[in-house]
């Protein structure tokens, strides 16, 4: 392609953007929107997943046990368990140590402890260590049929619920982001369609006088890639706000909250969000183009 | 030049018969009135030689091409060797004389530098070289045809076709016009005019061509209009 056509492609796609300045508008702000719903969606799933998934590499069970249990047979179960295969380490927790770490995590609201007096509802357990995350299912397992055990819990639960949630999301995020992807596709091919009216007689001499298809589709590609690209930059700066602010929050009332740090994963939403929008906004020219090309 | 051999056209949305087995062969340098009243097939032969519509049957050489199995993606190709004239002009209001003509050989991606040579060359030719900077809305009807004739010129095709280039031009102007297609036939380009316009047919003495129904129904060198106006 020579730099005098290139020159051409861009007259035109700046010119068409300021003759339909509020189609253009119209057209720019359909892809923000979109695309920014799009971006909270997977900024939702993405750290959902990450959750779920580092809760289900973690290779600790704690074992609880019976509230009855004699001091030998606890020793016993202790030593049981460090026999058994692909065990890292095994650590006895009291029921006052229990009772002390609740308080650490409850932080503030420790008062919350202050209602059970001396009383102390926490069983002892045993937090054990396994030496691969694939190991603590059939390890929980077993475990868990000892005598003097009352339960050997690890993630599991909160893993399947996680994994439910963000199938959930997904499904959901999905049915959402094909809707908002067709809404944006028909703004912007309305909008393309309005240059390709208002330039239907240069088209037609265009074609007489030999002009290729991609000659003339060019201008009108680039036009719709610019308005996404558009959309796409205040979709990413809003979402980039929008998760920092939503950070802040979360790390002051749920510091364990393993949210995703903002840097690089900010970065590759920016970029997705920005791809996105320069696809739909080409696919969106495409559409509106066809007909006119078929002379 | 082209090569027409059997040609038909049915249209399929309503069944007419556009062109019935249609013969015609036209040479290089050649000058050829196509003559008919009006729906008599004139504008679907030329539709023909653009490639704007495909024959039902036939076979048609145009310049070398061949139009009947050519693919889409050849079709510009087809074209940069042709040069078109309308009878409503068809320039674009927002550009200058010189931006109009110059516009045909920028979207084929010619060099600048040889796009400014042929341009003012060509527009020497039409005599318009002063009102380069002009635009159309600021010429009479006769100077807006000049510079589309210039557009359909500028890229050197080897066949001109034009469609009723006098169809809106008084008497006067339209003779000038023509003085301008004959210039252009005597360097050798090969020129197809569908006209209505009997004085200038049986003037020029030049091929003539007439067309009814479909049908070829009378192919004369040095003809007339032979039509009641």
């Known amino acids: 392609m020579r730099f005098d056509t290139i020159e051409y492609f861009v007259q035109e796609v700046f010119r068409s953007l300021k003759r339909n300045n509020w189609m253009t508008f119209a057209s720019i702000g359909t892809v923000a929107v979109s695309l920014f719903v ?21 290779v600790q069970i704690s074992v609880y046990l019976q509230e009855d249990i004699k001091q030998v047979d606890r020793v016993g179960i202790g030593q049981d368990i460090e026999k058994m295969q692909g065990i890292e380490s095994v650590k006895y927790v009291s029921r006052d140590e229990a009772k002390k770490r609740l308080a650490e995590r409850l932080g503030d609201q420790k008062y919350l402890l202050d209602a059970l007096g001396d009383k102390n509802p926490l069983p002892e357990s045993y937090e054990v260590t396994v030496k691969s995350p694939d190991m603590v299912e059939t390890a929980a397992a077993a475990i868990s049929k000892m005598d003097g055990v009352e339960e050997a819990k690890y993630g599991q639960d909160v893993v399947q619920h996680l994994f439910d949630i963000t199938r959930l999301m997904r499904i959901f995020g999905l049915a959402l982001m094909v809707l908002l992807a067709g809404a944006t596709l028909f703004i ?9 009216f208002a330039r239907r007689r240069e088209i037609a001499i265009m074609k007489y006088v030999g002009a290729t298809d991609w000659f003339i589709r060019w201008p009108f590609m680039l036009e719709g890639i610019v308005m996404g690209f558009i959309g796409g930059i205040i979709a990413a700066v809003a979402l980039r706000s929008f998760y920092a602010a939503m950070a802040a929050k979360i790390y002051d009332t749920l510091a364990f909250f393993p949210l995703m740090p903002q840097y690089p994963f900010m970065n590759y939403i920016t970029v997705a969000l920005l791809l996105a929008g320069m696809v739909i906004g080409a696919i969106g020219s495409t559409i509106s183009l066809k007909r006119f090309l078929e002379v | ?13 309503n069944g007419t ?4 087995h249609v013969n015609i062969d036209i040479e290089k340098g050649e000058f050829v009135f196509l003559v008919g009243p009006s729906g008599a097939g004139k504008s679907t032969f030329i539709k023909m030689l653009l490639r704007e519509e495909l024959p039902s049957s036939g076979e048609l050489i145009v310049n070398g091409h061949d139009v009947v199995h050519m693919v ?4 510009p190709y087809l074209r940069r060797g042709l040069g078109v004239v309308f009878q409503d002009y068809r320039l674009l209001p ?3 004389v010189y931006e109009n003509v110059a516009f045909a050989m920028q979207v084929i991606e010619a060099p600048r530098r040889l796009i400014q040579r042929s341009v003012n060359s060509v527009l020497d030719v039409v005599g318009l070289r002063e009102k380069y900077r002009c635009f159309p809305s600021q010429l009479s009807g006769g100077e807006q045809q000049r510079v589309a004739i210039a557009r359909a010129i500028v890229n050197s095709p080897a066949l001109v076709i034009a469609d009723e280039p006098t169809g809106n031009l008084d008497p ?8 301008i297609f004959q210039r252009i036939n005597k360097s050798g380009t090969t020129i197809i005019m569908a006209t209505h316009d009997k004085t200038i047919v049986d003037r020029m003495k030049k091929r003539v061509i007439a067309i009814e129904d479909g049908h070829v129904v009378r192919d004369e060198a040095k003809g007339v209009y032979g039509y009641a106006v």
Not at chain 1, 38 to 56: C, D, K, P, Q, T
Not at chain 1, 188 to 196: D, E, F, K, M, P
Not at chain 2, 72 to 75: I, P, Q, S, T
Not at chain 2, 172 to 179: G, N, R
């Open chain 1, 188 to 196: 912007i091919s309305n909008t393309i369609r309005l240059t390709v």
């Open chain 2, 94 to 96: 927002d550009k200058t």
């Open chain 2, 172 to 179: 006067d102007t339209s003779w000038d016009i023509m003085d």
């Open chain 2, 72 to 75: 889409r993606h050849d079709v």
């Open chain 2, 1 to 13: 030049m082209i090569h027409m051999r059997n040609i038909s056209k049915i249209y399929d949305d």
């Open chain 2, 17 to 20: 018969i556009a062109l019935d």
């Open chain 1, 38 to 58: 799009l971006g909270v969606f997977l900024i939702l799933v993405l750290n959902v997943n990450r959750m779920a998934s580092m809760l289900e590499s973690q």
